[in-house]
């Protein structure tokens, strides 16, 4: 018996292990997964020789550094979205849920149609600007900047947008986020108030956008036109209410205002209070 056996018996515990984990992961890696085989087949040797067992060590590191990397690699492609690759969430219930407050054909129209040609917008805009930051021509930098807060607003705010409702939503906030509104606003009826009035009073096409203030450290309403327009940046949207035409003009023609009042009806708030809490962790130099 090789006096080396416990290491070969570890190294085989750990192949194992290396190899579920890749399947686990589903990490198909040719060159990791020969390494492997390679280490598989010299365990068969009777192993004599300390050389015989430093190789094999070597080996063993090597596909340890490799492995790193491949699961970093991973990680980083989950946690960030690469520049043009943004893709449309799907609605978290079916698009009649929120009838009869909004209706299904609203639903279809808004999520499927309206907010794919935001990523659309927002895709092209930020490879058209990697291309730029690649061939150092920005000649048409204003354009595609321009295209890319249209856009890019237009994504992450429908994104929050269909979260900040839901077909169990109503009724009124509760805890932490109740007390804040209630030391920001005075009380829950006076902030419904002013959320509505400014969702009523946007020019044109917009949002109204409750937001945090990690700096002032207070809630605020802020009126949003278009998507981007008058928005204050260093904030983070909690609740936003979509008052471009596309969202209740089928179904409410021109009468936004019954249509911000019957969203109440399907404001959502636990996600709403989820948004503020982890929004209320952020906290930047007060000035
Ligand atoms: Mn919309």
Redesign the pocket.
Known sequence: MSVFKDYVDQVQGWLVDVKDYLAEQRISNEGLQSQLDEIERSLQADYKQKEEILALQDKVKQVQADLRGEVEGQEARQQSVPAGQHTLPPLPYPYNALEPYISEEIMRL?HDK??QAYVDGLNKAEKMMKQARESGDFSLIKHWQNEAAFNGS?HY??TI?WENMNPNGGGEPHGQLLKQIVKDFGSYAAFKKEFSEVAKQVPGVGWAILVWSPRARRLEILMSQLHMILTQWDTIPLLVL?V?E??YYLQYKNKRADYVDQFWNVVYWPNVANRYEKAHKLQWTPF
């Open positions: 808004h309206h907010h237009g705010l429908h947008f979509d471009w596309h969202a």
